[in-house]
């Protein structure tokens, strides 16, 4: 059986020596790639073609990657964005998920990284649910948001009141990272004077009960910066 399936993906990257191996690869996958060096083209290429996935580089000529981003979602752009930089500095990268990126790849990063990475993403994309009914991760995990129940395989999983939010946090943001402030803000809120190791203890003890579970959905920490759940196996 033969399932074509094109994805649209555009490449924001100035620098030819990285752009060309890049685009070369993810048309190796299959997927349409345009590529355009500047942030004034990728607003532009966007607004008229609406990509599934920007792969965007930080250092760009004329805009910072970051004002980039931060325009796309502002003009209603809902397809994934990936950064790519090659600024180590983790405050870069909270300010990228906060400004609406969905994932970063930091330079120099292998092909294999990035092909897993985009795989993953167009996959979450493909399988976007309104929020305010049931995730079910590719393994079968169900997180019911509306009767913020969980299960697998018909099984129920008993969590707290705080350790659903995380989860139904994470999970709605499948294959993506979400800052440990984003999660902080969300779950605890503004007049929580704790310290931020209780998010620690809590993804602790979902981690012990999701695996009690048998599920082999994964709550990976990104050091610094947050967390990302993804399905395993
Ligand atoms: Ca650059």
């Not at 910072?64 to 325009?71: Q, S, Y």
Request: hydrophobic share 45%; charged share 30%.
């Amino acid at each position: 059986m033969l399932v074509v399936m094109t994805h649209d993906v555009l490449v924001v990257e100035d620098e030819e020596d990285i752009a060309l191996p890049l685009v070369r690869t993810l048309e190796r996958e299959g997927y349409h790639v345009s590529r355009v060096a500047t942030g004034e083209a990728a607003l532009d290429h966007v607004d008229h073609e609406q990509p599934e996935l920007v792969l965007l580089d930080l250092g760009l000529p004329d805009m910072d990657g970051i004002d980039v981003c931060r325009k796309l979602r502002s003009d209603g752009f809902d397809g994934a964005i990936m950064m790519v930089t090659a600024r180590a500095g983790e405050l870069d990268l909270v300010v990228g998920l906060d400004v609406g990126a969905d994932d970063y790849l930091a330079k120099p990063f292998g092909l294999a990284e990035l092909q897993a990475r985009v795989r993953a993403l167009l996959r979450r994309s493909a399988a976007r649910v309104p929020q305010d009914t049931a995730v079910v991760t590719p393994s079968g995990l169900r997180v019911d948001t509306a009767a913020r129940r969980v299960s697998l395989r018909d099984e129920e999983i008993q969590l707290t009141a705080k350790e659903f939010d995380v989860l139904a946090l994470l999970a709605t943001h499948h294959d993506r990272v979400v800052s440990r402030d984003t999660l902080m803000n969300e779950v605890w809120d503004e007049n929580w004077f704790g310290s931020t190791k209780t998010l620690d203890v809590t993804i602790g003890r979902l981690r012990g009960k999701l695996e009690a579970a048998g599920a082999t959905e994964r709550v990976v920490a990104i050091r610094g910066v947050g967390f990302r759940f993804e399905t395993g196996g």
